[in-house]
Nanobody, 122 residues
Framework: QVQLEESGGGLVQPGGSLRLSCAAS????????MGWYRQPPGKQRELVTD???????NYGDSVKGRFTISRDNTKNTVYLQMNSLKPEDTAVYYC????????????????WGQGTQVTVSS
């Protein structure tokens, strides 16, 4: 089992910045990828960004150039730096952890954090 603790959400004005953190604990030795998803009000959950164990990253089109994912391997923590925030970035942001379920990593297991609210408003 992997436990995820998210932090850093809040209220910010348009154009501002926030940094989210997601710390993983428990059985983290089988790490495969971590990332962030978000769910705006009344909409489906969508990918923000993710990072695999080899450092490869993937970003949703709406956040490219504004958001940056990074990871501190010593702390099993992933960060989401969000700059130039827009009202449409308002959402609950969820951390996702993907672990290998076997040694060959042919199957994976997903864990989700409880979510942190980000509100962009003047």
């Amino acid at each position: 089992q992997v436990q995820l603790e998210e932090s850093g959400g809040g209220l910010v004005q348009p154009g501002g910045s926030l940094r989210l953190s997601c710390a993983a604990s428990g059985n983290t030795f089988s790490f495969y990828a971590m990332g962030w998803y978000r769910q705006p009000p009344g909409k489906q959950r969508e990918l923000v960004t993710d990072m695999t164990s080899d450092g490869s990253t993937n970003y949703g089109d709406s956040v490219k150039g504004r958001f940056t994912i990074s990871r501190d391997n010593t702390k099993n923590t992933v960060y989401l730096q969000m700059n130039s925030l827009k009202p449409e970035d308002t959402a609950v942001y969820y951390c996702k952890y993907i672990a290998c379920a076997n040694s060959a990593c042919t199957h994976t297991v997903q864990y989700w954090g409880q979510g942190t609210q980000v509100t962009v408003s003047s």
